[in-house]
């Protein structure tokens, strides 16, 4: 499959085949995953593999229940990481004239999912397919002490991959019209979209954003934010 094709027809997989993914294959992916952009090409994102099926269990819990995390054969959780610079800053003696905020994070957010990305398409052109998990910034007192995360690392989102199950169908989400996303020299605020697919959107976007799972978001990012900053 060209890379348009693929691009075009790629859909999430929530389940997964039991065959194992060859160690070869992995590594082509994440040869993959370190060539994309990065911000000043400084690499601030780390990834986690997640090997320990105890931690897979819990982070189906802790993810908003979803059981299909225990079962992925790759679980891998892309972190925004300031903390290997200012590591290394320190072990190498060297100063610096303000600790990581905001803007930093959010650069580093970039960093990690933009190579999310290219796991997830160098994946699929492996055969393998995936599924974005973004409850992974909910639930911070549980995934800081789980993953043993320090305070200049934050969970951007993480990637369950394997296989398709045999005669496994992929059904095609569809999308909101390019007319309805694309902007020219400026952001214009328009009226609601007349595509029967946008009102939709909306209708499901307000029930998401009422449910419980959206304000545990908030708060926790919230939180990792004031990790982040405090200075203490």
């Not at 986690?48 to 790759?74: G, R």
């Amino acid at each position: 499959m060209n890379t348009m094709e693929l691009l075009l027809t790629r859909q999430s997989l929530r389940s997964y085949d039991d065959k194992p993914i060859q160690d070869d294959v992995k590594r082509a992916v994440l040869e993959a995953m370190v060539r994309g952009p990065s911000a000043g090409a400084l690499t601030l994102y780390s990834v986690l593999e997640v090997q320990d099926q105890t931690i897979k269990d819990q982070l189906a819990e802790s993810c908003d229940h979803q059981p299909f995390i225990a079962k992925a054969p790759w679980v891998l959780i892309f972190l925004a990481d300031y903390q290997r610079m200012v590591d290394g800053w320190e072990s190498l003696g060297l100063q610096r004239n303000r600790n990581p905020g905001m803007g930093d994070m959010l650069l580093a957010v970039d960093d990690a999912l933009i190579a999310a990305q290219n796991a997830v398409v160098a994946a699929e052109a492996q055969g393998l397919g995936s599924c974005y998990i973004g409850d992974i910034m909910e639930n911070i007192e549980t995934h800081v002490q789980l993953l043993n995360l320090p305070k200049y690392v934050f969970p951007a989102a993480m990637l369950c991959i394997g296989y398709p199950k045999p005669g496994a169908s992929r059904s095609m989400v569809p999308r909101l019209p390019i007319e309805d996303l694309l902007h020219q020299d400026g952001y214009q605020q328009r009226p609601v979209s007349s595509d029967a697919f946008a009102e939709k959107q909306l209708k499901r976007g307000l029930e998401k954003f009422n449910m419980g799972f959206s304000s545990e978001m908030e708060r926790s990012v919230q939180a990792w934010m004031k990790r982040w900053m405090d200075q203490q």
